[in-house]
């Protein structure tokens, strides 16, 4: 399970690939427009199918859990997304 950590200096969208096959993402939230990093198990190859070949994620990248795509597509984290999307309370 990847770690969401938000960063405080801005640095441009991408990826930052590491010998061991993972990667350090770079997205910026479309819920809260902060910049997030997460370290997910992504290879150049992997990254370059979905992100230029503009394969389907699920298919370029099926390893991932849902919320770690979700992450590369729209930025957001786990939480953000269930704040965004959480119901009210039943009164």
């Given amino acids: 399970m ?5 960063l405080t200096v801005d640095v441009p969208e991408g990826a930052t690939f590491h010998s061991d096959g993972t990667a350090d993402v770079f997205k910026r939230s479309v819920f809260s427009g ?3 990093v997460a370290k997910l198990p992504i ?3 992997q990254w370059d199918a979905w992100s230029i070949s503009r ?3 699920q298919d370029a ?3 991932l859990s849902r919320s770690e795509r979700e ?3 729209s930025g957001a984290t786990p939480t953000e997304w269930d ?3 959480k119901e ?4």
């Fill in 2 to 6: 990847a770690t969401y950590t938000p």
């Fill in 83 to 85: 704040n965004a999307f």
């Fill in 55 to 57: 394969r389907l994620i």
């Fill in 71 to 73: 992450f590369l597509m």
């Fill in 88 to 91: 009210p309370d039943d009164e």
């Fill in 34 to 36: 902060k910049m997030h």
């Fill in 61 to 63: 990248l099926p390893h």
């Fill in 43 to 45: 290879s150049r190859e």
